[in-house]
């Protein structure tokens, strides 16, 4: 299974890398934590056949670096920039200079959640102040779908634009299209949406003597209502679900008063008296007695009867 032909992905990732988020309609901010980006912004893409809806995210920043650093740091699989969405990756094939076909097992989303992989060709051109890397999800015999148990996604179209607009200073941009292929909850479309600005962070600081650029001003674009929208309303959707499912109390005030009322102690019950009879013990007889014998003079001291005759000495 596979996504667009390489051709229609560039064709595509091009037109929404083109697009202004401000003026073209559909585009809303998705929300992230991560420093630096001027936007992250996402339009609704298409409706799979069963019933899943595909977006289009574009994650946009401004780096102190080159564009053939970025680009190795991209391209270099030790760097593991992506370590926050894949478990395994390897590449599968070099089909010529600049291209490849690679291999990545996702992360499981949650226990009831298929484990996941892809596919996918990723071509690059590097030109004097430009480099961009375009990619989308191929069939390769290597890794038939089910490999090891994994439902396979798609990457329908990935454009990452790296242009030096200054000595030294490039705008990076990455435009993604990712399919699940399959139903998986909203919860996790949102996820994969914000992993892309945490994707390019992690290139950016992994990539030597590259630093963010700081944004005073980020671009925060509105849901408008549109097919857009949808985004928005399925994490309303989500969050209102997740209070209305929780778990709440209510408190039963006649029962607060009557458990108040009560003491804090149970009094114990009165217990008849038992008498118990007193034996005072024997008192110990005084061990002084004769130091010799009376009888017979033998040396008894603290004996009660006399080693040599055995008179009673007390």
């Not at 226990?111 to 990723?122: G, I, M, T």
Request: glycine share 8%.
């Amino acid at each position: 299974m596979s996504g667009l032909s390489l051709s229609n992905a560039v064709g595509e990732a091009d037109k929404y890398f083109h697009e202004d988020p401000v003026t073209s309609p559909g585009w809303e901010s998705v929300e992230h934590n991560q420093e630096g980006i001027q936007y992250l912004v996402s339009k609704f893409y298409l409706k799979t056949k069963d019933g899943a809806d595909v977006y289009v995210t574009k994650c946009h920043m401004k780096v102190k670096s080159s564009p053939q650093a970025l680009l190795n740091t991209y391209l270099n699989t030790q760097c593991n920039w992506d370590f926050a969405s894949t478990s395994a990756f390897e590449v599968l094939e070099n089909k010529g200079e600049n291209s490849q076909i690679v291999y990545a097992q996702h992360k499981v989303l949650s226990a009831a959640s298929n484990k996941k992989d892809s596919v996918v060709e990723r071509t690059w051109t590097l030109k004097p102040g430009e480099a961009r890397i375009y990619g989308t999800s191929v069939n390769h015999s290597a890794r038939p779908e089910k490999y090891q148990n994994y439902a396979r996604s798609l990457v329908l179209f990935s454009g990452v634009y790296i242009t030096e607009t200054s000595t030294g200073v490039c705008d990076f941009t990455w435009v993604y299209s990712y399919d699940f292929n399959g139903w998986v909850h909203d919860k996790f479309i949102l996820a994969e949406k914000s992993k892309l600005a945490a994707r390019m962070n992690k290139i950016v600081k992994t990539t030597n003597g590259a630093y963010i650029v700081p944004v005073t001003n980020p671009l925060i674009i509105q849901s408008s209502g549109s097919r857009g929208g949808n985004q928005g309303a399925s994490y309303a959707e989500y969050n209102q679900a997740m209070k209305d499912n929780a778990p709440s109390w209510s408190q039963n005030t006649a029962s607060v008063e009557r458990v108040q009322s009560k003491p804090l102690y149970q009094p114990m019950k009165p217990q008849p008296v038992q008498v118990v009879e007193y034996t005072q013990p024997p008192q110990q007889q005084s061990s002084d007695g004769p130091a010799f014998c009376p009888s017979c003079g033998t040396g008894c001291k603290g004996m009660r009867f006399c080693s040599g005759c055995g008179n009673k000495l007390w």
